[in-house]
C-alpha cells in the first residue's frame, strides 16, 4: 500500500482520515443516546492529536494538554447554559479525545519507528488475519459465546481459531521480513508476538462494541456499507499499534 510504503504525510493522510472519521462516528452513538460531547473538540481535537504526533512530537504534552482544558472550559459553559448533563458530555469528549485521539495516535508512531513501514506490514496483518480466522471458525462452529451480552456473536472457539492463526502468520512474517526485508526477528520472537497480538487486540473490538451497546446500534457507520464504519474497521488496530510500538521500542 502507498502508504505505508512511502510513510510521512501520505501515510498521515490515511490514517488521519479512519481514526478522524471514527471519532466523528463516536460522538454521533454519545448523541443518539441524548448526551452532547463536543464535536469539535472530539473530532477537531483528535486531528490536532494526530498531527501534533505525526510532525511535532515534541509539543504532543502541551497540545493534549491544551484540549483538555479546553473541553472543559466548553462544558463549563454549556453547564450555565442549562446543559444539566454537561459534567457527563464533557466525559464522554474527554474519554474520545484519549482513546480515539491519544491512542489512536499510536498508529502514527508505528510508522515513525525506524523501519517503520516493515512493522505496519507485520503487526496489522496479524491482527486481520487473526480476525479473519475467528470469524470465518466462530460462524461455523461457534457455539460457546465469549460475551453473550457485549458480543454475542463472538464464540470461544472463533477467538481461540484466530489467536492460531495470528500466532502462525507472527512466525511467517518474522521469517519473511527478516529473509527478504530489513527486519531481525527470529521465528520464536514472530510467533510470541503474534499470540500477545491475537490474544489481546480482541479487547479492542469489543472496547468499540461497548459504545455500541450504550448506543443501541449495530454498526459504527454505515463508511463501509455491509461491513460499518470507520471504527469498526480499527477498532483492533487501535490496541494492536499501541502494544506494538512498546514491543519494538523494548525489545528491539
Do not use: C
Not at 120 to 135: E, H, N, Q, R, T
Not at 237 to 247: D, F, M, P, R, S
Request: proline share 4%; glycine share 12%.
Amino acid at each position: 500500500m502507498p502508504a505505508i510504503l512511502f510513510g510521512g504525510v501520505l501515510y498521515f493522510m490515511f490514517i488521519s482520515f479512519f481514526v478522524v472519521t471514527a471519532s466523528w462516528e463516536y460522538v454521533h452513538m454519545f448523541r443518539a443516546i441524548k448526551f452532547e460531547p463536543s464535536i469539535y473538540l472530539t473530532v477537531g481535537g483528535t486531528f490536532v492529536i494526530l498531527a501534533v504526533r505525526a510532525f511535532w512530537p515534541q509539543f504532543i504534552e502541551f497540545g493534549f494538554l491544551a484540549l483538555i482544558l479546553s473541553a472543559m472550559t466548553y462544558h463549563l459553559f454549556e453547564y450555565e447554559r442549562g446543559r444539566n448533563e454537561a459534567a457527563l458530555d464533557l466525559v464522554i469528549t474527554l474519554g474520545g479525545l484519549a482513546y480515539l485521539g491519544w491512542v489512536g495516535g499510536y498508529m502514527i508512531d508505528l510508522r515513525s519507528l525506524p523501519n517503520g513501514g516493515w512493522w505496519v506490514m507485520f503487526i496489522f496483518p496479524v491482527v486481520w488475519l487473526a480476525d479473519s480466522g475467528a470469524y470465518s471458525i466462530g460462524a461455523r462452529y461457534g457455539k460457546h459465546q465469549m460475551f453473550p451480552r457485549l458480543s454475542p456473536r463472538k464464540s470461544w472457539e472463533g477467538y481461540w481459531a484466530g489467536v492460531l492463526m495470528g500466532t502462525l502468520y507472527g512466525g511467517f512474517f518474522a521469517f519473511a521480513y527478516t529473509k527478504f526485508g530489513p527486519l531481525h526477528v527470529q521465528i520464536w520472537q514472530g510467533v510470541l508476538i503474534g499470540f500477545v497480538l491475537s490474544t489481546v487486540t480482541t479487547l479492542g473490538d469489543l472496547a468499540e462494541s461497548l459504545f455500541k451497546r450504550e448506543a443501541l446500534i449495530k454498526d459504527s457507520g454505515n463508511l463501509f456499507p455491509g461491513h460499518g464504519g470507520a471504527f469498526d474497521r480499527i477498532d483492533s488496530l487501535i490496541w494492536a499499534a499501541a502494544i506494538g510500538v512498546y514491543i519494538v521500542k523494548y525489545f528491539f
